[in-house]
């Protein structure tokens, strides 16, 4: 398994010469499951298992310095991947109005798109080179409505902030607050719970 060449090798270092290699031109010639082996060691070993790109596309997130961080975990990547090859199962990489296209009535569709910033200094949008701005934000209303409008039943996670309370007015009595632990802040004194909203487009009874 290519993993276990990362095993026992959390050290910065390592760490960095395994994040490089998207800067060189040996990583077009890595494959499939060795760029895998390279991302999985990364967000087990990164900061905060965070994701994060530069306007290039190359990961740039800081060694995390964990004491013991359980860079293979071979049963769950087992169990994942048998889910994974289930025929039902697909994967797209694509936008997310294409990504539905073809949803039909009775349908459940969850988004969890880039979070709105919660404060202007908060503007954790960049997770990858095109970013995430209001407008994205509102084109994915959109896609909302039409899948509303379609009859598919639709979820959708994001930040509680004035512009998204806002923009999903239409669903008030089917928003949900919710506290959502969040780590991923480069402010220790920031992390904690934040609210987050859930919006539905159909009741569930029992939730308020
Ligand atoms: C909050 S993260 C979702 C994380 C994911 N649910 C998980 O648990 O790992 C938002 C995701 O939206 C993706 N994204 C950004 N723009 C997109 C687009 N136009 N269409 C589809 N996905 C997009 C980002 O790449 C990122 O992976």
Do not use: W
């Not at 060691?41 to 900061?47: A, G």
């Amino acid at each position: 398994m290519e993993l276990k060449k990362h095993q026992e090798k959390n050290s910065s270092d390592y760490y960095y010469e395994v994040r490089n290699l998207d800067r060189i031109s040996k990583y077009r010639s890595l494959s499939a499951v060795e760029r895998a082996a390279r991302i999985i060691y990364l967000n087990k070993t990164c900061y905060n298992g965070l994701f994060r790109v530069n306007s290039q596309g190359q990961f740039n997130v800081p060694f995390g310095r964990y004491k013991k961080p359980n860079i293979l975990d071979e049963d769950v990547l087992k169990a994942v991947s048998k889910y994974l090859n289930k025929p039902q199962v697909k994967l797209l990489n694509t936008d997310f109005a294409e990504a539905v296209k073809k949803a039909k009535e009775g349908d459940f569709i969850y988004f969890d798109p880039p979070y709105d910033p919660v404060s202007d200094t908060a503007s954790f949008t960049g997770y990858d080179a095109n970013g995430f701005n209001r407008n994205e934000q509102e084109r994915l209303k959109e896609v909302v409505d039409d899948l509303t409008a379609r009859g598919c039943r639709v979820m959708l996670s994001n930040s509680q902030t004035d512009f998204i309370m806002d923009l999903y007015q239409d669903y008030q009595d089917k928003i949900h607050i919710v506290k959502a632990a969040r780590n991923i802040n480069s402010k220790s004194f920031k992390r904690g719970k934040i609210n987050e909203i859930i919006v539905l487009n159909f009741s569930v009874s029992g939730l308020s």
